[in-house]
């Protein structure tokens, strides 16, 4: 069993008050042993004051000194010479102070309790030729400790009591927007992801903490609705081809075809299989890359070779429509890069300025340094071209400028995402520079290998 309180306003307030009362008990005790020595440092000034009237009138005359008493008020006090009594006063002899220096030969200063009860400090000096021994009363001074010790003693319970319920409001206080922004975080679930922390002042540790919570928040969020859109998107991409195979089946099922319709019906088919196939690829693709499991291996590439072999690989696509496809290289251009992937990026460009741009269309390729000493590909073609409202969100997934049109063309809108994660899985960006109309040109820019 742990005596630790769970609760953090507890916890606190037991630390404040145990700091107060250690800090109140140190300074109790110093403040009470301080008067308490001052009080008898003057009480012992007075007997010296005493003891120097005293040795004053032994010196003028000894048979003198009982005037002490008389004249100077001192009413505790004895003169020995050679340990016989020269003088005592009537008072020293009824409290039996000759007893409290028993045993104490030459100078001494003691505390002392008289027959009755009696406290009393008491001096005495010896000098070569005699002893002056005086007593004071020392009752007041005690009274006096003693008041200040009831005081402190009470004060210090007192002192505590204020701690314990000064600190638990203190804390309370402070620890109320922890309640609030406990309170507000419970009620946050995957579908109030809008709601955010109260933040009563950014600047202090809780508003610093609620704020980086809010901003945890927005990212998640931001996350969550990137997903609904993306499994919205996704559903709607598999529908099409899922729901024209369905009608292409349901007419070759209602009508009787002859041999070679149904090859046609199986045909289209297999054509639909193949956009899913491709579909759930490209889709495969990005969730590995947003899973960060793929992990590009780099290595020095000679980008011209790489664009060589791209463009080789899908000629006989751009042969089909008679577009003019080549590559321009303007001496070594090397990068640090996984190959693999930037080949589906290069890739992924190409058969877009093959799909979009019109028959016998012109398409270049370019490899080559840019002035900042960064390595690029470019894919340039004579295309309808890209207004620039739609730069920025072309890379977006599923994002397609006229949806029909490049769906009718295998396009889904996924292309471009996947060659962004590629470039810049590699450390690279990729640039448009397009105007409708104009043609279209993609960059891609890698660091220097
Ligand atoms: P898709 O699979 O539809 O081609 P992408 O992500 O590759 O998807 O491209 C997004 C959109 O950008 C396309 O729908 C198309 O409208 C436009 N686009 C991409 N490349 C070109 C290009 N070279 N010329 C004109 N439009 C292009």
Redesign the pocket.
């Known amino acids: 069993m742990t005596l630790r309180p769970r609760s953090v306003r507890a916890r606190l307030t037991l630390w404040h008050a145990a700091v107060l009362a250690l800090i109140v008990c140190a300074f109790s005790t110093t403040i009470f042993l301080l008067v308490r020595a001052r009080l008898l440092e003057q009480l012992d000034a007075r007997l010296d004051r005493d003891v120097a009237t005293i040795e004053r009138t032994y010196g003028e005359d000894p048979g003198e000194v009982s005037e002490a008493d008389s004249r100077a008020g001192i009413q505790l006090f004895e003169v020995l010479e050679a340990d016989r009594v020269l003088y005592r006063t009537e008072a020293w002899a009824r409290k039996g102070l000759h007893s409290a220096l028993d045993g104490r030969p030459g100078t001494a200063v003691l505390s002392w309790s008289s027959r009755d009860g009696e406290p009393l400090r008491v001096h005495s000096v010896s000098f070569p030729t005699h002893r002056i021994s005086v007593a004071a009363d020392e009752s007041e001074l005690r009274r006096t400790v003693a008041t200040l010790a009831l005081v402190l003693a009470l004060g210090i319970p007192c002192a505590i009591a204020l701690a314990i319920g000064g600190g638990f409001l203190l804390a309370g206080r402070v620890l109320a927007p922890v309640g609030a922004m406990a309170e507000r975080a419970r009620r946050i679930t995957a579908e109030s992801l809008g709601e955010r922390l109260p933040v009563e002042d950014a600047g202090d540790e809780f508003g610093r903490l609620a704020t980086i919570f809010n901003q945890t928040l927005g990212r998640l969020q931001d996350s969550f609705e990137r997903l609904r859109r993306f499994t919205a998107d996704a559903s709607h991409e598999l529908r099409t081809p899922l729901t024209a195979m369905r009608s292409v089946g349901e007419v070759a099922l209602h009508d009787s075809l002859d041999r070679a319709g149904y090859r046609d019906v199986i045909g289209s088919m297999l054509e639909e299989v193949q956009r899913l196939t491709g579909l759930v690829e490209n889709l495969l693709t990005l969730t590995r890359a947003e899973s960060g499991r793929l992990q590009p291996s780099r290595s020095v590439v000679d980008l011209g070779a790489l664009a060589a072999r791209a463009v080789e690989h899908l000629r006989v696509l751009a042969e089909e429509k008679e577009q003019k496809l080549e590559v321009e290289r303007n001496g070594l251009v090397e990068a640090q890069c996984d190959p693999a992937l930037l080949r589906q990026g290069v890739v992924?460009?190409l058969?877009?300025?093959i799909?979009?741009?019109p028959a016998r269309g012109e398409i270049r390729v370019s490899v080559r340094t840019l002035p900042s000493g960064e390595a690029a590909i470019e894919?340039k073609?004579s295309?309808?071209?890209?207004a620039e409202v739609?730069h920025r969100r072309?890379?977006d997934?599923?994002?397609?400028?006229?949806?029909a049109?490049?769906?009718s063309?295998?396009?889904?809108?996924?292309?471009?995402?996947?060659?962004r994660w590629t470039v810049e899985a590699n450390g690279g960006r990729v640039e448009v520079e397009?105007e409708e109309g104009r043609?279209?040109l993609?960059r891609v820019v890698l660091p220097a290998g």
């Open positions: 992924n460009l058969d877009n300025a799909k979009y741009t894919v073609d295309g309808p071209g890209i739609h072309i890379f997934r599923f994002y397609r400028l006229d949806g049109r490049s769906r063309s295998g396009g889904m809108g996924l292309g471009l995402a996947i060659t397009s043609g279209s993609f």
